[in-house]
C-alpha cells in the first residue's frame, strides 16, 4: 500500500545543493549564537 507513495516520494525529492547546506550551516551558527548570547542552553537534538 505504501510502495506508490515512496515511489512519487522518490521522484520528487532531491538532495539539497551546496548553496542550500551552506545557508542552513550558516542560519544554525547564527541561531545558536543568538540562543548563547540571550543567556540560554544550546541544545541539539
Known amino acids: ?10 521522484i520528487t525529492t532531491q538532495s539539497p545543493s551546496n548553496d542550500q547546506v551552506e545557508c542552513a550551516i550558516t542560519a544554525l551558527d ?14 541539539i537534538a
Do not use: I, Y
Open 1 to 10: 500500500m505504501t510502495a506508490p507513495g515512496l515511489w512519487l516520494q522518490r
Open 30 to 43: 547564527e541561531a545558536m549564537a543568538l540562543e548563547k548570547q540571550r543567556g540560554g542552553e544550546l541544545v
